[in-house]
């Protein structure tokens, strides 16, 4: 299977939904190798990521997903992004204290600094 979406998403090809799904599935799940990974990655880049392949990839990732039971509704996410090699300053936590003390219920999470001058960890 990785030979053959390997070899279609460099050919330009688009995957269905379902193919994408099961991709990032299988990927993390371990069966793909990070050289194998970037190739996909880099493939998909370069023919342009559809609507149907970002959504195949999301609901593969909501299926791994850590769920956090609460009983609030209306929750607010503000993770940053980071990752954007440009030392930019941490603003998604500092949102969240801003959206949180207006009465909104936030759930933030993040990690510290990779790439970036703060990570959401660092600030709190």
Not at 24 to 46: D, F, H, P, V, Y
Not at 82 to 96: R, V
């Amino acid at each position: 299977m990785i030979q053959e979406i390997l070899g279609r998403v460099s050919g330009g090809h688009d995957l269905a939904m379902s193919e994408m799904a099961q991709t990032i599935g299988s990927i993390m799940e371990g069966e793909w190798q990070e050289e194998q990974i970037a190739l996909l990655l880099t493939g998909l880049s370069a023919k342009g990521e559809t609507v149907d392949e970002i959504a195949g990839a999301a609901s593969a990732m909501r299926k791994h997903m850590t769920k956090i039971p609460t009983s609030k509704t209306g929750l607010l996410d503000t993770c940053g992004t980071g990752g954007d090699g440009s030392e930019t300053f941490n603003i998604s936590t500092a949102a969240a204290i801003v959206t949180a003390s207006a009465g909104v219920t936030v759930a933030k999470h993040g990690n510290r600094s990779v790439t970036s001058r703060s990570g959401s960890a660092d600030v709190l």
